[in-house]
């Protein structure tokens, strides 16, 4: 099927920083290059992360959809679980902070105050859960004696 559009899979089960520097390692080597500062099997420590061979692997990595799209005809680049690894990342950085020195300002400084500057719309958590359509719902069968989350002073009116 050559007219085929394919779909190539960016797993996160590759180890990407690691494989690439191997790559760059590797052909340096085969091109003469002196490759002694560099250790083949620890080219994941970020002791290599501002060198020549990191930042070439990164350029490539970097290129690599592009590449991939030119070279091999990939219509759609996609990366399996993304949302699951970038939580778990931010829940883990998250804890440190927040059972560590930082206490509160470790959510403050590093989550609230950049989804507020960003909008990012989970701000409002409160109405993307449906509290609005909630509260709306029982004003219209209970009328004034509905008990509700709405008024000026909700939370969710705090972020405005």
Same mark, same amino acid.
């Given at each position: ?102 206490? =509160?300002? #470790?959510?403050?400084? *590093?989550?609230?105050? /950049? !989804?507020?500057?960003? &909008?990012? +719309?989970?701000? %409002?958590?409160?109405? =993307?859960? #449906?509290?609005?359509? *909630?509260?709306?719902? /029982? !004003?219209?069968?209970? &009328?004034? +004696?509905?008990? %509700? ?12």
């Amino acid at each position: 099927m050559p007219d085929a559009k394919l779909v190539y899979n960016n797993s996160p089960s590759f180890n990407w920083t690691l494989s690439f520097r191997q790559q760059v390692f590797d052909a340096w080597s085969e091109a003469g290059q002196d490759m002694s500062a560099y250790d083949r099997e620890a080219l994941m420590d970020a002791s290599f992360d501002e060198t020549d061979l990191a930042v070439e692997a990164d350029r490539r990595i970097q290129s690599f959809q592009r590449d991939g799209a030119r070279e091999a005809g990939i219509f759609h680049h996609l990366i399996t679980l993304p949302t699951y690894h970038t939580a778990a990342l931010s829940t883990d950085n998250l804890a440190k902070e927040y059972f560590g020195e930082a206490g =509160m300002l #470790g959510y403050v400084a *590093g989550v609230q105050r /950049k !989804e507020i500057r960003q &909008g990012i +719309a989970c701000v %409002k958590h409160q109405n =993307m859960a #449906g509290s609005d359509m *909630g509260d709306d719902h /029982k !004003e219209y069968f209970s &009328g004034d +004696a509905a008990l %509700k989350a709405a008024g000026d002073d909700n939370t969710m009116n705090q972020f405005g």
